[in-house]
């Protein structure tokens, strides 16, 4: 697999450390009322489906990114990477 | 012993002679033939016997398809089994032994399975050996242990090198052609960078095996010149003797070069094989076709082979596989083998065609209409039965006949995604389907393209398409002058007559009957005909049996043959040594290994070493006299709590924390605070995971506002730097935080002890006196008259303990000079084994406790998780389900009987409890020996363990047989109160 880096272009899938769904990024707030159940679903509630699939990768035999690889899990296709950090503040994370 | 197969023509060296021998007996042959094309032209067909029946077989084919003649390979070290004849290069030397076969290939007596065939058909294996149940391990394993199997091993270190190796291109071309040359011409003269890759040691493909011409030139010239010219691009790289494994994804494939396996031993400095993987952006399939035989009773005997692998053996050999031989056919291809063999001057005695209408063939006897029924001959062929059009049947004496069936376009690699392939009936034949692997693509044979002509033609416009789609322009290449036969074909897959054995799998002996039994048993599709059957398993994976078996079920159940199914294929191609998958990762070199500072140093004191992950550390110092680990532990221990121990600890995760931010970011993925640690002081912490579980612990340090130096266990240092970086470029991607890991940067060493500050204060530079350096004080200082180090005063022993740091290249001067400093104080270096005795001792949880199923709690480490803040894993590490009242906790044991030894994983059971799961009340997680107590203790986790201090229990291993009665104590075994770290 080739996973085609922003920064770096493309690169071998072996270089990358695979984490897991990109809906990690929505860490809720702990100190919120019903944070139990809210951590609950975002830890264990997750998609599997069958086409394209937002994920997190690590780029540890590289520049130490954090990726959001968004694949294919029929086909392997690599449809888009982004830079996790620039999809995390899209997403309103900051501090 | 003469050739006395052996005719005019071919492309072998015939200047001069190779000797080799095949099973002790003494042959030649040229340079240009494989191991079957010698053997045949020193007219010997019998070269193993059948996997199941121990049947006399032959080889049937000319190339990598081969199912029968499997065969032995050198002595010695580098013996090697299963390889095909066929494809095995001849050097001078070359020692061959047959397989499967005892006393000896002619006389073997386990053919006896072939009188008890009808008892051994498809499922025997299924209905027999199911009952009963206990005699499996006993009886029927090793009975079919010792039956099954080919060749041997040598079970001796493989004495050559494998090597692995990366390559990029713009087109790969599998395969070397007609239509790999064109396309590999094609794209190499537009300047695109081009891989050509083919399995033989020659380039040319079937060219080499034809008489055909392409234009003033014959084949085989033509694949010389065309090869001469690519040589000289240099944007083209040949690689022959590489096989094409398999096709990955996003243009990844792996190729095998057999650098090595054409010599007797391996050139100077060379690797046996290389395992290529290359980056492709365009890859196009010219991998040609196999032909497929024609099923009859006793089609399986030597002599017995494909119509185009005769033809092959007598014009790229020079090989007459008998001198009375006949071809039977269904197709025109068969017809053109039939023509070329005759032409070679050999006695084609019939061409049996099973087409009644088929064009009438001059100069030889033509039977039309008819079949071959039967054949005869022990150990080969000696005749055949031929059934005429009208009925009456015949019986010619041959000693080699051609089977041709059709041929199926060779499209393995292109299934290798799952891509299904299609039926043409034109061709009788399945061809790759559009959903291959992407960027695949197939020209010649291999999409169904026969002839000459098409193969040139689709080879060139399959380049043109592949570059096209890159922005690469390039010119076809003039097609020369070529056959371009239609193909001619009336499908027959097995001959319907007579009650013996019809083969379609000779490799496995699988026959038509099987095909009908599991059909019978409603073994129908395609993957259960394969597993019922074991059609199409083993080294050659059906290629010439595969298309026949499907074509059976399909007649079978009256379905058409698309809709019964196909075969796909799977990586690899062809059988790959372990030594080429493995390359250089083996031994010592199987894994990095990662030395500390102080290795040199250690390894000159004839320390012990563990590996611990990638590290090698030293587990124990051996002194003269010692004769056991204990002794050398024991003393150990001792010595650091009476005088003074070092230790390299260098190991430890480090990772430097610097930012605005730092504080904020360490309270987030620490369960305590760090953001009201004080400049120059260390704070134990605790890092857990989001689920609540513990994932590491260490210290940290503050040297500055913005500046911490945070240390991890050794074997979480990657993963926490990863969950880190992920916290801080995921999780929180404005915080103002660096990270970097510096556990290399820095050789640290512990010294602990009474008299660690004694040692200390003869190196360091500064006042590091309890009063300016007290417990838990870190700070920046320097050593011996001027290098730059860290202190830390941290103790993982419970004694006076520093940990000090130098810039790694000073480590192994640091360590002698530290033993220099401490001969005064009979200091000792210890190593892991009494690092773990003496945490033990002082109750500090490590990796056995740190189990990746602990909580903080389970560790009596529950009031470290700050509820204040939010911190990874706070959340969970509420839930109720990790909070019950009897859950794990940690506890120290000690033996009743000082003189027991405990055993580490025993389980707690109660008093008058039985020993099963349900008495459970948790486990040993460490045990050692405390010389300072004198007896074995432990740690361990007991259910509601904080409340039963005093409590008498047993700790039961049933795998080690031991039972020890124990009390439950406090984990802190020696210097409950912290006085002695404090002093």
């Known amino acids: ?95 | 012993m003469t050739q006395i197969r052996r005719i005019s023509g071919g492309r072998i060296d015939r200047s001069k002679t190779l000797n080799f021998t095949f099973d002790g007996k003494a042959y030649s042959g040229h340079p240009g033939d494989t191991l079957a094309s010698a053997l045949l032209a020193n007219g010997v067909q019998l070269m193993g016997r059948s996997f199941k029946y121990h049947r006399p077989r032959g080889p049937i084919a000319s190339g990598s398809e081969e199912p029968n003649a499997l065969v032995e390979l050198r002595n010695g070290a580098r013996q090697e089994p299963n390889t095909r004849a066929t494809v095995a290069e001849l050097f001078e030397g070359l020692e061959a032994k047959s397989q499967n076969r005892w006393p000896s290939l002619s006389f073997d007596a386990m053919s006896i399975n072939d009188r008890l065939s009808s008892f051994l058909t498809a499922g025997f294996y299924y209905k027999t050996f199911m009952w009963p149940a206990s005699l499996w391990e006993k009886l029927y394993e090793p009975l079919i242990r010792h039956a099954a199997g080919l060749g041997s091993l040598s079970k001796q270190d493989d004495p050559d090198s494998y090597d692995k190796g990366f390559l990029h291109c713009d087109l790969l071309v599998i395969g070397a052609g007609p239509s790999g040359l064109a396309a590999a011409l094609t794209a190499g003269r537009a300047g695109a960078r081009v891989i050509l890759a083919d399995e033989d040691f020659t380039f040319g493909g079937r060219l080499n095996a034809e008489t055909l011409a392409i234009g003033s030139d014959s084949g085989a010239d033509w694949a010389v010149k065309t090869a001469a010219e690519l040589v000289t691009l240099p944007n083209v790289r040949l690689m022959s003797r590489t096989t094409i494994l398999g096709a990955f994804d996003h243009g990844i494939y792996s190729a095998v070069e057999r650098v090595s396996d054409h010599l007797a031993v391996p050139m100077d400095g060379k690797p046996r094989q290389i395992l290529w993987r290359i980056y492709s952006k365009r890859a196009i399939l010219t991998a040609g076709a196999i032909e497929r035989p024609i099923a009859f009773e006793n089609n399986d005997r030597p002599g017995i082979m494909l119509a185009g692998a005769l033809r092959a053996y007598a014009n790229r050999w020079g090989v007459a596989v008998g001198d009375r031989l006949a071809v039977f056919t269904n197709n025109d291809d068969g017809v053109r083998s039939a023509l070329d063999l005759q032409a070679k001057g050999i006695n084609v005695e019939a061409l049996i065609d099973t087409r009644a209408n088929a064009a009438t063939v001059n100069g030889l006897r033509h039977i039309r209409g008819g079949e071959v029924v039967n054949s005869s001959g022990r150990l080969g062929l000696t005749s055949i039965t031929v059934r005429m059009a009208n009925g009456g049947t015949d019986i010619i004496p041959v000693n080699a006949l051609g089977v041709s069936g059709g041929w199926n376009p060779n499209l393995n690699i292109a299934s290798h995604q799952r891509g299904r392939p299609v039926w043409d009936d034109a061709i009788a034949a399945f061809v790759p389907g559009a959903d291959g692997p992407a960027g695949l693509s197939a020209a010649g044979a291999a999409s169904g393209a026969f002839s000459t002509h098409a193969a040139l033609q689709t080879g060139t416009m399959e380049a043109v398409k592949a570059l096209a789609a890159l922005g690469i322009a390039a010119k076809p290449i003039e097609i020369p002058k070529a056959e371009d036969a239609p193909v001619s074909i009336t499908p027959i897959w097995y001959v319907r007559s007579g009650k013996g054995r019809a083969w379609i799998d000779q490799q496995n002996d699988v026959t038509v009957k099987d095909v009908k039994l599991a059909h019978q048993e409603n073994f129908r599709s395609v993957e259960h005909l394969k597993r019922y059957t074991t059609l199409g398993m083993a080294t050659d994976q059906g290629k010439t049996s595969n298309i026949l078996g499907l074509a059976i079920m399909a007649e079978l159940t009256g379905k058409p043959i698309p809709d019964t199914g196909t075969t796909i294929y799977r990586p690899p191609y062809t059988p790959v040594a372990m030594g080429a998958l493995g390359g250089r990762s083996r031994g010592e070199h199987f894994k990095p290994t990662r030395l500390t500072p102080s290795h040199k140093w250690a390894t000159e004191q004839g320390a012990i070493f563990v590996e611990v992950g990638m590290w090698l550390r030293t587990q124990w110092v051996p002194k003269p006299g010692e004769t056991t680990w204990r002794q050398s532990v024991d003393r150990e221990v001792s010595a650091t709590r009476q005088s003074v121990g070092i230790c390299d600890v260098t190991t430890l995760g480090k990772i430097d924390i610097q930012g605005t931010d730092a504080g904020l970011f360490l309270d987030r993925v620490y369960a305590n605070t760090f953001s009201t640690l004080g400049f120059g002081k260390v704070r134990y912490g605790l890092m857990l995971r989001e689920d609540g579980i513990v994932m590491d612990d260490g210290t940290t340090a503050r040297l500055g506002e913005h500046e911490y130096v945070m240390t991890t266990t050794t074997a979480n240092a990657v993963p926490v730097f990863r969950h880190l970086e992920y916290c801080r470029q995921v999780l929180w991607p404005d915080l103002d935080v660096q990270l970097i890991s510096t556990t290399e940067a820095w050789a640290q060493y512990s010294v602990a002890g009474p008299n660690a500050r004694k040692l200390l204060e003869k190196l360091v530079d500064q006042d590091i006196s309890n009063e300016a350096f007290p417990y838990m004080a870190c700070g920046e200082i320097s050593v011996c008259g001027g290098l730059r180090a860290r202190l830390f005063r941290i103790s993982f022993s419970g004694e006076l303990a520093y940990e000090i740091a130098v810039p790694t290249r000073y480590g192994d001067a640091m360590i002698r000079a530290l033993v220099e400093a401490g001969q005064e104080f009979d200091a000792v270096v210890y190593g892991t084994e009494a690092l773990g005795v003496m945490r033990v001792e002082k109750g500090h949880v490590a990796g056995n406790e740190l189990n990746g199923q602990s909580t903080a709690l389970n560790m009596g480490l529950g009031k470290m998780v700050s509820k204040k803040k939010d911190s990874i894993g706070m959340v969970l590490s509420q839930r109720e389900g990790l909070n019950q009242d009897d859950g794990l906790r940690l506890v120290g044991v000690k033996p009743v009987d000082p003189s027991k030894l405990l055993t580490a994983g025993s389980h707690f059971i109660a008093h008058g409890k039985s020993t099963v799961a349900a008495h459970d009340d948790g486990w040993l997680t460490s045990v050692v020996f405390s010389p300072n107590l004198g007896h074995s203790i432990a740690l361990g986790y007991l259910k509601n363990g904080s409340a039963r201090l005093g409590e008498r229990i047993r700790t039961i291993n049933l795998l080690a047989k031991t039972e020890v009665e124990v009390e439950i104590v406090s984990p802190h075994f020696i210097d409950p109160e912290g006085e002695r770290l404090r002093a």
Not at chain 1, 41 to 53: Q, S, T, W
Not at chain 1, 63 to 91: P, Q, Y
Request: hydrophobic share 35%; glycine share 8%.
């Open chain 1, 1 to 95: 697999m080739i996973i085609n880096h922003p920064l770096l272009g493309p690169r071998d899938a072996q270089e990358f450390v695979y984490l897991g769904d990109a809906s990690l990024i929505g860490r809720p707030d702990g100190m919120t009322e019903g944070a139990v159940d809210a951590f609950h679903d975002y830890l264990y509630l997750r998609d599997n489906p069958a086409g394209e699939h937002r994920e997190l990768w690590y780029h540890e035999q590289g520049d130490r990114s954090w990726l959001v690889v968004t694949r294919n899990t029929v086909t392997h296709e690599v449809v888009s990477v982004e830079i996790a950090r620039d999809v995390a503040r899209k997403m309103g994370r900051s501090k």
